[in-house]
C-alpha cells in the first residue's frame, strides 16, 4: 500500500497525515482479526490470479457535507408539534438473532489489499525454523548486475573516470620527473611544457630547452594507455537450498470442511514460503491408499475418495528426499496434514521413523479434527512412540519435540490456522 505525494502541492502535511493513519489502520485491523483474515473461505477459492483481498477496516467514516447553517443541527419538518418536542427515540438494545436492532451500528470501510501486503503484515516474524548453512547446501542465485571489475578496453559510456584520471596522473608525474631530470626545470615549468607538447615527452623538453612555453593552463593530458572502463557482470548471492514437502489426506475420511481447513493451512504456507523465499522449491502429495506426486494446482483444487494410508505419503517423501534431496546438500521441511484416521498405523509409524532418522530439518505433522478426541487417531499414536512438550491454545494443543524437530498441531476450527502457521514457522526459539 502506497502513500501518494507531491512536493508541489505545497497546500498541508494532513493529507499525507491523513493517508498514513488510514495506512496504520488497516495494519491494525488486520492484526487484530488475523485468525478470521486467514481463515476467509473466498481468499482460498478464488482465482489465484486474483491477489485482491478486502478487509473491513473499523473507525474509519466516509464522510459527506451537510448543508445548513452552524450551530446545532435544525430543520425543516412536518405536522404539529412544539419545539423540545421528542420526535423519535433510539432504544439501547443491540440486534439480535431473529429480529432487527435499533442501535447506531461501528463505523467501518472496507480496505482492498493485495495479498503479498498481507502476507507482510501477518507473518512479518515468521520464517522457517533450523535452516542451515551446510558445506552443499548452497547455490549461487543472480540477484542483478555490478560494476566491480576495471579493464584496458571497453565502450565510451562504460568508461571509469576516477580510474582514468588516476592512470593518467601517475603517468604524467612519471613524465614530469624525466623532463625534470633532463632540463633541471621545476615540476610546474615541467608539466606545463608536458601539457603544451599533448603528452609527448620529448617535444616537452625541446619547448623548455628552447624557451618556447607559452601553456599557462590546468590540466592533465590523457593518453589512450591511461583509460580504464567497468566491466559489467551478473551480482549473485549464496542462497541455502530448502525443499518443502506438501502432503494431504484426500481420502473419502476427509470430507468438504476437514479438506478446507488443511487446504487453508497449506495455502498461506505455500504463499508465504513463495513471498518470503526465492530459492525454496515446493513438492506436492496427495494420498489415498496409494500417493502421487501432484502440481500445485491439483494439490488445491482436486478432491478424491477411498481409504486411507497415511504410510504412502511418507515412503514417497523418504522417496523423493533420498533421490533429489539429499540432507547434505538441501534444507528439508515435511508438512502432512491428515484427519489422522489410517489403516495402518503401524507402517505409519516406522515410515515416520525412518524420515526423522534421515536428520532432515523438519517434520510437522497437523491433523484436522473438528471433535474433541484425538485419543485413537494418528496424533495420539505419535504422542505414545515419541515425548513432545505440550502448549494449549483456544480449545487446542501443539506439541513440539526440539531434539527431533517434529512439530504436531490439532486444527479444530478456522481460528486455529494462524496460530498453528505460527508453530510451524518460527526463525528464532520462542521462550
Request: proline share 2%; with cysteine.
Amino acid at each position: 500500500m502506497s502513500i501518494i505525494f507531491h512536493r508541489s502541492w505545497g497546500i498541508s502535511s494532513k493529507g499525507k497525515k491523513d493517508a498514513k493513519r488510514h495506512q496504520d489502520k488497516v495494519e491494525d485491523s488486520i492484526r487484530k482479526s488475523i485468525k478470521d483474515v486467514i481463515s476467509e473461505e473466498t481468499i482460498i477459492t478464488r482465482d489465484r490470479r486474483n491477489r485482491k483481498v478486502k478487509i473491513p477496516v473499523k473507525g474509519l467514516k466516509d464522510f459527506r457535507f451537510i448543508h445548513g447553517r452552524k450551530g446545532p443541527a435544525g430543520g425543516v419538518g412536518q405536522g404539529e408539534g412544539d419545539e423540545g418536542d421528542t420526535i423519535s427515540r433510539r432504544q439501547n438494545d443491540k440486534g439480535k438473532g431473529g429480529k432487527p436492532g435499533d442501535e447506531i451500528g461501528e463505523d467501518y470501510m472496507e480496505a482492498e489489499v493485495d495479498i503479498d501486503y498481507l502476507i507482510k503484515i501477518m507473518f512479518e516474524d515468521l520464517g522457517l525454523p533450523w535452516i542451515e548453512e551446510k558445506t552443499k547446501a548452497s547455490q549461487l542465485v543472480p540477484k542483478g548486475w555490478k560494476f566491480d571489475t576495471v579493464a584496458k578496453t571497453g565502450i565510451i559510456p562504460r568508461i571509469h573516470k576516477k580510474r582514468t584520471m588516476i592512470e593518467a596522473i601517475k603517468r604524467t608525474s612519471s613524465y614530469i620527473g624525466e623532463i625534470m631530470e633532463d632540463t633541471g626545470c621545476s615540476f610546474d615549468t615541467g608539466r606545463l611544457a608536458l601539457l603544451q607538447a599533448r603528452g609527448d615527452i620529448e617535444e616537452a623538453i625541446t619547448i623548455i630547452k628552447e624557451n618556447r612555453l607559452t601553456e599557462t593552463s590546468e590540466g592533465v593530458y590523457i593518453e589512450d594507455d591511461d583509460l580504464r572502463f567497468k566491466q559489467i557482470e551478473e551480482d549473485y548471492e549464496l542462497h541455502s537450498n530448502a525443499v518443502v514437502i506438501a502432503a494431504i489426506d484426500t481420502s473419502g475420511s476427509m470430507d468438504t470442511d476437514k479438506k478446507y481447513l488443511a487446504r487453508s493451512m497449506l495455502f498461506w504456507l505455500v504463499e508465504f514460503l513463495k513471498k518470503k523465499y526465492d530459492n525454496v522449491e515446493i513438492r506436492f502429495i496427495t494420498h489415498t491408499t496409494e500417493a502421487k506426486l501432484v502440481s500445485e494446482d491439483e494439490f488445491f483444487k482436486k478432491g478424491e475418495s477411498g481409504g486411507t494410508r497415511c504410510a504412502s505419503a511418507f515412503k514417497l517423501a523418504n522417496h523423493l528426499i533420498d533421490t533429489e534431496y539429499p540432507t547434505n546438500e538441501w534444507n528439508i521441511y515435511v508438512q502432512y496434514l491428515s484427519d489422522g484416521e489410517d489403516w495402518n498405523y503401524d507402517a505409519t509409524l516406522k515410515e515416520i521413523g525412518i524420515m526423522l532418522d534421515k536428520k532432515i530439518n523438519m517434520l510437522g505433522y497437523t491433523e484436522i479434527k473438528p471433535d474433541t478426541s484425538y485419543s485413537g487417531t494418528l496424533v495420539g499414536k505419535i504422542k505414545d512412540k515419541w515425548s513432545f512438550t505440550v502448549r494449549s491454545l483456544d480449545g487446542t494443543s501443539f506439541y513440539k519435540n526440539n531434539k527431533l524437530r517434529f512439530l504436531l498441531a490439532v486444527i479444530k476450527k478456522r481460528e486455529h490456522i494462524f496460530p498453528a502457521l505460527s508453530h510451524f514457522l518460527f526463525e528464532k526459539e520462542k521462550k
